[in-house]
């Protein structure tokens, strides 16, 4: 019997096989993915802002910034026995889910998010195998660390897999 192992915004959680692992909402987040194909583990954070930096408050939720999330992530991995050199990873979301007359930096989260999340994997060493980002609709993706599947659903765009 599988469970469904579910990661809320600005979450974190890890899965090994039977069981899958899910998020949903992701409009501006995005969700990334972190597995080790040899030991079948796999984790997944739901990144809601691009940098921790941004933010004054002491008390920081680790999962919600694409800098503190993929690290603590990584770092949950390899203490339950992933290997490093072996982790690849998958993201889906960053979509730009509302139009704006002005073009402000602050207002472009989700490809902020995306270009956040991609220079963290690199800053790791972790190989981007696939990836279903942009666009302007939100999506719900299911990780299966069996397959190494990430199943995207997209608003209005039906469901592919990466």
């Known amino acids: ?9 600005a ?12 998020t949903t909402g992701l409009g501006s987040c995005v969700g990334v993915i972190l597995y080790d194909e040899v030991r079948k583990i796999a984790g997944m954070a739901h990144v809601m802002l691009p940098q921790s930096t941004l933010v004054k ?3 920081t939720n680790s999962g919600k910034f694409a800098d503190t999330a993929i690290k603590a992530l990584y770092d949950l991995l390899l203490k339950k026995g992933a290997t490093a050199k072996r982790l690849k ?3 889906a979301g960053g979509a730009q889910m509302f139009q704006f007359s002005s073009a ?4 472009r989260i989700g490809p902020r998010n995306i270009e956040s999340v ?30 190494y599947h990430l199943t995207i659903k997209t608003v209005n765009k039906g469901t592919k897999i990466i």
């Open 104 to 107: 402000s930096e602050m207002m």
């Open 89 to 91: 990873a998958k993201i």
């Open 57 to 59: 408050s002491a008390s």
């Open 118 to 147: 991609k220079y963290h994997l690199n800053q790791l060493g972790i190989p981007l195998i696939a990836s279903d980002v942009g666009g302007n609709s939100g999506r719900t993706i299911e990780f299966n660390p069996a397959t």
């Open 11 to 22: 979450d974190i959680n890890l899965v090994t096989p039977p069981n899958t692992i899910r």
């Open 1 to 9: 019997m599988s469970e469904m192992i579910k990661v809320g915004i």
